[in-house]
């Protein structure tokens, strides 16, 4: 036995270092061999470390350490994408995202990813990582084009349902990008494929009414037309915008409203009426440019549509950051006054928010102490008594609509008070 554990140990000690025992178990066999690619790199590469479809080894006989570094994948297929070589792009960058997942490029990468698919019609997979882009790095300066591109692929891929939903989403969270009058219109013509002559035309308008500058804005006025008229054969069948409507962005952001363009867009909203749609571009421009000389309107603005709609807990949340945010403003005695008429409203609509007209009661007091001579300062006295009265306070609504008479009694409001004085007593 023991000339036997001799003649092992000789045998072991002569057996080549490259030799290993078959375990059966591939993850602990491979477990010493197995080098993790994040952070670090192997110091050797692997026996075949490019798949079959790569473009070639990325590295040279001298140098074979660099096969797979961040910067050569990323640098060579930024290249290639913009050399036209989309496929051997998307090899290089696919790469660098699988092996670099957390690299400070990555949505960059993606973007372009996306962009060569969508350049060889490869629609699916564009849309795949359009919407990692999208989904994943919204403050990607590109994200807003990602999600336009969702929709637009869907439109070619012949899924027209998908796509509108797409569409809408879009719309929503990036109102201020300069695709959205795009999105409209194709929209238009995808409501137009599904026979939906209703939503074509509101999604037509949407082009005509508010993006008179838009590059679709001739083909939506023709549309919406014939729609309107009632026609049901066009002269000339309408057409997608082709495959590639837009140049490749990169390495260009893409063009951003600035805070007056937003602050526009917004109040031409609030003054037709679309209340919503004003709120999210105010919202947006307060968002994107915080310091701007326009954010404390597009703040007293948002208020004023939550109030336009009858929303009062929203409108009176909204005008309390107002003038809590913007003390300054030269809206800030406005504010303070529709503030108080929205408590004022909110406490009249039941029993339970009587709270609410003593809080408007004491505003308005305040208002005409602070702003003597302002134009609502004798409405803000009468409003005070009015609040008192709701309230069951008599003679504090009696000292209110006197005082409206005492210190203004040319206005419009003290007429009101005397009215009120002589129905009280």
């Not at 602990?28 to 026996?47: C, E, F, H, K, M």
């Not at 999600?147 to 809408?168: M, T």
């Not at 003390?327 to 609509?349: D, H, K, M, Q, T």
């Not at 339970?352 to 505003?363: E, P, V």
Request: glycine residues 6%; aromatic residues 16%.
């Amino acid at each position: 036995m023991k000339s036997f554990l001799t003649g092992l140990i000789l045998l072991v000690i002569l057996v080549p270092a490259s030799f290993a025992f078959n375990t059966g178990n591939l993850l602990i066999d491979n477990l010493a061999a197995r080098v993790d690619s994040w952070p670090g790199q192997p110091t050797q590469p692997p026996t075949n470390p490019i798949p079959p479809s790569w473009p070639g080894n990325p590295g040279t006989p001298e140098n074979p350490g660099n096969y797979e570094s961040a910067e050569y994948l990323f640098s060579t297929g930024r290249q290639a994408y913009l050399q036209g070589n989309f496929y051997n792009a998307i090899q290089y960058l696919r790469r660098f995202i699988d092996r670099y997942p957390y690299e400070y490029r990555v949505a960059e990468a993606s973007y372009l990813v996306a962009e060569a698919y969508l350049r060889l019609n490869d629609f699916y997979n564009a849309i795949s990582f359009y919407r990692k882009v999208s989904n994943e790095f919204q403050h990607y300066s590109q994200a807003h084009r990602a999600a336009y591109f969702v929709g637009y692929c869907l439109v070619k891929a012949g899924d027209y349902r998908l796509a509108i939903g797409e569409f809408r989403n879009f719309i929503s969270r990036f109102p201020t990008s300069e695709l959205v009058d795009d999105a409209w219109y194709v929209s238009g013509k995808t409501y137009e494929q599904l026979g939906d002559r209703a939503n074509a035309i509101l999604a037509y308008q949407q082009v005509v009414y508010n993006y008179s500058n838009s590059n679709y804005y001739q083909q939506a006025l023709e549309r919406l037309t014939f729609l309107q008229n009632g026609g049901t054969t066009y002269p000339t069948p309408p057409e997608y915008p082709p495959t590639n409507p837009i140049p490749p962005s990169y390495p260009g952001n893409g063009s951003i409203l600035s805070d007056y363009e937003i602050y526009q867009r917004g109040h031409n909203e609030l003054i037709s009426g679309n209340y919503q749609n004003a709120i999210t571009y105010f919202r947006e421009l307060v968002r994107q440019y915080p310091s701007s000389a326009w954010a404390d309107d597009a703040s007293y603005w948002t208020g004023e549509a939550w109030r336009l709609q009858q929303n009062y807990p929203e409108a009176i949340r909204q005008f309390e950051r107002m003038t809590g945010q913007y003390p300054g403003s030269e809206l800030y005695s406005a504010a303070v006054f529709i503030l108080a008429e929205c408590e004022f409203a909110n406490g009249r609509i039941s029993a339970a928010n009587r709270s609410y007209l003593q809080r408007a009661a004491g505003r308005f007091a305040w208002f005409q102490q602070n702003y003597p001579a302002d134009r609502q300062a004798a409405d803000a006295l009468v409003r005070a008594g009015e609040c008192y009265e709701t309230l069951g306070e008599y003679s504090s609504a009696k000292f209110y609509y006197q005082r409206t008479i005492d210190l203004y009694p040319n206005s419009s409001a003290a007429i009101k008070a005397r009215e009120k004085l002589s129905n009280m007593w």
